[in-house]
Structure formats: structure tokens, C-alpha cells
């Protein structure tokens, strides 16, 4: 066999040396426009007054954009939810929102014709915190609940109780590079896109609905980011759909690439959450019961917020088995800008509440907090059901928590902490030992699939495109040694590819930690197809059974026959077999998963009196 060793990134040395191409870095083609958004400074008002003739007649400016210059729907809402408008029309709401842009020979004079705009504004209420949100009732959709067993009941007889608040703040993406794309035109008024996209599916799509055009007039091109972190997900689409319509007014190629304050400004950011808690638990320390309301300020509009929240829900037990539990979920619309994907997309929210949790519990029993993590963990004696009703297997926590409590030397690292603390007034050290459960894939069921497109040719080099894209996570190089592994071939034989959407269609986004496991079982799938032609050739012609042949080393052996991988696949090329597959990936990848996603049947909107709901007893 092959053996493989751990390979560089495809691309580190060429991001060491400046060599790796982003979208800003792309030759400027003939006729190049460049793109400067019009923000609001207002983070809700009325537009009374909206007069561009300065934008129009300055120096460079080639045309300014609207949303009456879209033919199509001005909207790049993932979930078709329709709050996401490319341009504001009559009314901001948020501070950053894009109004016109303007696309010039040169970013400066786009950036000069941008500040010459005459806006006027009748500023309306504006909600900008969760308390502000829920003083006015301002749900971005109905509240949700999640439970198990008799909470209210295991509190009432339980030996302690607690209860507290914590906040947990947002974060900005803060990604090397920031949101860009370039559109060039095509023939028949196709636009050929290159995005700094983690979905170019969805950039596609959206784009092509903004045009009123059809999917297959729009290509999207991504051969790697400058770092995504969610933040390229959904957000991406609107930097794209602005040069995608100037390209289209214009006829001229367009590049955006966002200063990196008005990125800061117009994309939106991790959730901040306010939790509140009540917990029932005895002299261990162990839950009874516990309430965990988690409020999370969504921004201006949907985006993903509903599937970010109850992935918040989903992980608000992390690796404790809660016994009996209520999970309330509050998503609130604000003034601010629409809050998105974020790398746990909401899990790290939810795990935070439980964690501090099991801090306070220690605090009030004056225990370790390892011990009372510990007491709480899943296990297999009854203890491994989850809040939305799926059995926790393959269940490695307490064994891995016993080895490095022993292996970190824990017990005595607590008490030289400690003695340091009680000897210094203003340095303080600290020291945890955490689990963490994490579920991978999306809870949007139908997200969960991938295509590749593997071709061999006939000197028995490989190239490899899949749906996936490259954010620096080394997910292009990880797939190529999938493929590489499966012909049994050098990793060099295999060459990456950009992400492309005239490769490979209807892609999921790069995401949920699902981008190998997706894209991999698809590559593998292509190849598998084409190594099983390969297979029936070679045994055909060396009057074997498939049995006989073996992939190893870079040859391939059918009975007395002892082929190079490359003789190969000439040899099969000259007797007319094809070496080319797409692949997809097989249902039952995630199985698994499968478990999980199921998990949204036990969340209840809560429409009517709490007392009307059902419970889920494990």
C-alpha cells in the first residue's frame, strides 16, 4: 500500500511567500469598475431625501446603483425569508446598511463620489438591545421550547437550587481577507463571478434571481479565502449581487473588496446571548433539574438565526446528561446588523450557559469544578439520553476526563494555582478541564449532501473538483488525499481544483464541520467508480476475476499482469472505457446524524399558555 504521510497545505507555501491569488489579487481587466457601498449612519429611519446627482456627475463614476436598477428581486435572504434587501428602500434599519453604490474607473473615485450623497433622514425608534427588544416584544419569530421530563417538580425536591444571569457577547469574524468579488461579462449576459464565498451555490442562485436570469447564466468561481469563519456564508452574497449588477448595467467588468471598516460596519457577527438559569442539584453536586431561558439579539433580519438558536438549544446541555429539563429559546429583531453564522453556529452559546452552570454549583458547594463535571457527564447507566430525545453512544468523555485530570497532573496544578492567588493581590492565574459534545452537519436536513467530479487522463495525472471550498482549513488537500488513497496513486498525481459551479451543482455552503466528510465520501465515491471500470478492464484483460486486482504502490496487478496506474489507464482509454465520474454523497454517510437532525420534532413553538404543552419523558 501507499503509505501516506502527513502533507503541507496545498497552498502554505504560496501564502508564505504572497504568491496565493484572492480576489483583489486578480489582473485588473480592461475596463475594470470599481464599487463603493453608500451606508446609512442611522439605525432606523425613514429616507426622506435621496438626491445622487453629486454621486453622479463626479470625477470617474461611471454609473450609480439602486434598488430601482434591479430587474429582479432585491433580496439575498438565504432562507427566502425576503428581509435582506441588496439596496434600502425608503426605510433603514441598521446602521451600515447599503443604499447605492457607486462604480467608478477607480477605487478612489468611487470612494470620493460615494461621500458626495445627499441624504436626509426622519429617525424612527430603534431597537438595539435584547432588553430594549424585549421590552417591545420585538420576536424575529415565535418562541421556542425544548424539554424533557418534570422540571418544575425536580426543583420543588431537590436538595439545593441556584439560579443567575450571564451575558455572552458577540465577536466579529474578522477574517485576513475581507468581502470581495469581481464579475466579468460573458457572452448572452452571462456573468462569470469570482467571490470570496464559503456558498457559491447560494451566491448563484441569489444572483440569478436578482437578474431575473436562470442559475446555469451565472458561474461562480472560489479557489480559496482569506479566512471565512461563517462570516462568508451567507454574507458573501451581498458584495457579489452588487458587482454581478453593475457588471449587468454596465457591460464592464466590476471588483468589490470591502475596506475593512465598512466590512466591520455591514456584515454581521456572531450572536450575543442573555441567559438566564435556575438548577435543582444534591450535596454531589449532580443535577435534578434545571431552566435555561437563552435570549440571542438576531439583528435587523432571519438570515440563519433560526437554525443558530437551536443549535444553541441542542448544545445547552453539552456533555451532561440534564435529566429533567425546560430549554427556552428567545430569537429578538434589533436595529443592528443581521447577526450570521459563526464558527459553532450557536453551540458555543448554548454550551457556555451549562458551563457556567456547573461553576456556579461548585462555587456553592465549595467543590472542585472537575468533580462536579464530572458527576454530571453522560454515561451508559441510564444516563445518555439528550433533551431532544437522541442516546448518546460511542460516549468517550469520562475515560478521556480521567486520563488527563492524571496525565496534566490536575490536582496539583489546582493547589500551585491556588497558593499563587492567595499570595499575589493583582495577578490571578485559573485553571478548568472542559468537555465538549459538538454535533456535526446541518440541521437543515436536505444540506446534507455533496457532489465531486473526478477526471483521469491518460498519463495518469488526476483532477479533482468538489462543492467544498478552501478557507485555509486544508479541506482541497485533505480530499485529495482521499482520491489519491483510493487509486492507490502519489499525492502530486491528483490536482485541485477551484471550487466551481459549472463543475460541480447545487452545493451545500462549506459548513457544520461537514465540509470533509461531504465533499470526501463524494470524491471517494467518483473515484470508486471509475477504479471499478479500471478493475473490470484489467480482469477482462488478463482473464481474471476482479478479485485479483490490486491497486498498490502506484501499479495495479490483474493475475500475471503488473500494470503502472498510468499504463492503465491508457491502456483502458484505447479500449474505449470512460474515465471520468461525478460522485455523490451516499445517504448513508449520516446515519448518525440522522439522529440528530431528527432533534427539531422536539422543539415546540410556544404559541398558546405553557401549560398546554407537551413533554417528552426519557
Known amino acids: 500500500m501507499v503509505k501516506f504521510r502527513g502533507v503541507p497545505h496545498d497552498s502554505a507555501h504560496k501564502h508564505v511567500t504572497g504568491e496565493a491569488i484572492y480576489v ?12 463603493q457601498p453608500g451606508l446609512s449612519p442611522r439605525a432606523h429611519a425613514k429616507i426622506t431625501k435621496l438626491d445622487l446627482a453629486a454621486v453622479r456627475a463626479a470625477p470617474g463614476v461611471v454609473c450609480v ?38 462604480a467608478a474607473t477607480s477605487l478612489a473615485a468611487a470612494r470620493h463620489a460615494a461621500a458626495l450623497a445627499v441624504i436626509e433622514y426622519e429617525d424612527l425608534p430603534a431597537i438595539l438591545t435584547i432588553e430594549d427588544a424585549r421590552a417591545a416584544k420585538a420576536d424575529l419569530e415565535p418562541e421556542q421550547l425544548m424539554f424533557m421530563g418534570s422540571t418544575e417538580e425536580a426543583l420543588r425536591f431537590a436538595q439545593h437550587t441556584l439560579s443567575g444571569h450571564l451575558r455572552v457577547g458577540g465577536q466579529d469574524h474578522f477574517y485576513l481577507e475581507s468581502q470581495a468579488a469581481q464579475c466579468l461579462p460573458g457572452e448572452d449576459g452571462d456573468l462569470v463571478l469570482t467571490s470570496s464565498t464559503q456558498h457559491p451555490s447560494e451566491v448563484q442562485h441569489l444572483i440569478a434571481h436578482m437578474l431575473d436570469k436562470h442559475s446555469h447564466d451565472v458561474r461562480v468561481h472560489v479557489r480559496r479565502m482569506g479566512g471565512g469563519f461563517g462570516g462568508k456564508e451567507t454574507q458573501a452574497a451581498l458584495i457579489a449581487a452588487m458587482t454581478a ?46 431552566f435555561l431561558d437563552l435570549a440571542s439579539r438576531c439583528g435587523c433580519s432571519m438570515d440563519l438565526s433560526a437554525a443558530i438558536n437551536d443549535r444553541a438549544m441542542f448544545h445547552a446541555d453539552n456533555a451532561y446528561f440534564l435529566n429533567n429539563a425546560d430549554i427556552t429559546s428567545r430569537r429578538f429583531r434589533t436595529n443592528t446588523v443581521s447577526n450570521t453564522a459563526f464558527r459553532g453556529f450557536g453551540g458555543p452559546q448554548g454550551m457556555m450557559a451549562i458551563e457556567r452552570v456547573m461553576d456556579a454549583i461548585a462555587l456553592h458547594l465549595g467543590k472542585d469544578p472537575l468533580d462536579v463535571r464530572k458527576v454530571n457527564l453522560y454515561n451508559k447507566m441510564g444516563r445518555d439520553f439528550t433533551p431532544y430525545g437522541q442516546r448518546v453512544m460511542d460516549n468517550v468523555a469520562p475515560q478521556i476526563i480521567e486520563e488527563l485530570e492524571t496525565r496534566a497532573d490536575y490536582a496539583a496544578r489546582r493547589v500551585a494555582v491556588r497558593a499563587f492567588n492567595d499570595s499575589h493581590q493583582y495577578v490571578r492565574r485559573g485553571i478548568a478541564l ?74 451545500s455552503a462549506t459548513a457544520a464541520s461537514s465540509g470533509t466528510d461531504l465533499n470526501g465520501m463524494a470524491a471517494q465515491q467518483a473515484a470508486q467508480t471509475i477504479k471499478t471500470r479500471l478493475v473490470d478492464f484489467a480482469a477482462r484483460d488478463a482473464g481474471c476475476t476482479s478479485a485479483d486486482v490490486v491497486f498498490e504502490n502506484g501499479h495495479v496487478r490483474a493475475g500475471e499482469k503488473n500494470w503502472t496506474f498510468a499504463d492503465l489507464v491508457k491502456a483502458a482509454y484505447m479500449a474505449r472505457i470512460s474515465l471520468s465520474s461525478t460522485g455523490f454523497t451516499p445517504r448513508q454517510t449520516f446515519i448518525m446524524t440522522a439522529k440528530s437532525i431528527s432533534a427539531r420534532r422536539f422543539i415546540i413553538t410556544l404559541t398558546g399558555p405553557r401549560s398546554a404543552k407537551l413533554r417528552l419523558m426519557c
Open 24 to 35: 483583489d489579487d486578480l489582473p485588473c481587466p480592461p475596463g475594470l469598475l470599481h464599487l
Open 65 to 102: 446603483l439602486t434598488a430601482k436598477d434591479i430587474p429582479g428581486a432585491n433580496d439575498v435572504s438565504p432562507t427566502g425569508t425576503g428581509d435582506d434587501p441588496i439596496f434600502a428602500v425608503d426605510e433603514v434599519v441598521y446602521a451600515g446598511q447599503a443604499i447605492f453604490a457607486v
Open 245 to 290: 449588477l453593475a457588471t449587468h448595467k454596465t457591460g464592464r467588468p466590476a471588483r468589490l473588496v470591502l475596506d475593512r471598516d465598512d466590512d466591520m460596519i455591514m456584515t454581521g457577527k456572531r450572536h450575543d446571548f442573555e441567559i438566564d438559569y435556575k438548577v435543582g442539584f444534591d450535596d454531589t453536586g449532580r443535577l435534578s433539574g434545571i
Open 434 to 507: 472542559t468537555p465538549v459534545k459538538f454535533g456535526i452537519s446541518f440541521t437543515t436536513t436536505f444540506l446534507n449532501q455533496a457532489g465531486a467530479l473526478v477526471h483521469v487522463y491518460t498519463d495518469g495525472s488526476v483532477h479533482l473538483n468538489h462543492g467544498g471550498t478552501e478557507m485555509g482549513q486544508g479541506l482541497n488537500t485533505k480530499i485529495a488525499q482521499i482520491v489519491a488513497a483510493e487509486f492507490q496513486i502519489d499525492f502530486a498525481k491528483v490536482k485541485i481544483t477551484a471550487t466551481d459551479t459549472d463543475k460541480v451543482p447545487n452545493t
